[in-house]
Nanobody
Framework: VQLVESGGAVVQPGDSLRLSCVASGFTHDYWAIGWFRQVPGKEREGMSCISNSDGNVIIPDSVKGRFTISRDSVKNTVYLQMNNLKPEDTAVYYC????????????????????WGQGTQVTVAS
């Protein structure tokens, strides 16, 4: 299984971005993909997750109402739509996947996932 993120950019406060996570090699009945972000010196922070057997989960409170997760099964792609971006959203954004699990995906547990993409940089600055 391989994950490739894209869509990171330098944008201004208030702008929108859509990150993409293209997955390949999935052969399991169950899969879940989560989005995380990380800034230097801090732990990875969960943004959202989605699975093929469950609805999506949006955390934390700082991004509720601004970030949404969705998937395109035909394109094997999971998206993170980010609106009204703020300077504090600046980070490297990663998508992660897990297949040997079941049930509700875990948006706040990086250790639950065992496959990671390379990350894409999002910078929000005026």
């Amino acid at each position: 299984v391989q994950l490739v993120e894209s869509g990171g950019a330098v944008v201004q406060p208030g702008d929108s971005l859509r990150l993409s996570c293209v997955a390949s090699g999935f052969t399991h009945d169950y899969w879940a993909i989560g989005w995380f972000r990380q800034v230097p010196g801090k732990e990875r922070e969960g943004m959202s997750c989605i699975s093929n057997s469950d609805g999506n989960v949006i955390i934390p409170d700082s991004v509720k109402g601004r970030f949404t997760i969705s998937r395109d099964s035909v394109k094997n792609t999971v998206y993170l739509q980010m609106n009204n971006l703020k300077p504090e959203d600046t980070a490297v954004y990663y998508c992660a996947a897990v297949t040997a699990m079941s049930g509700t995906c875990r948006a706040s547990s990086p250790s639950w996932y065992d496959i990671w993409g390379q990350g894409t940089q999002v910078t929000v600055a005026s």
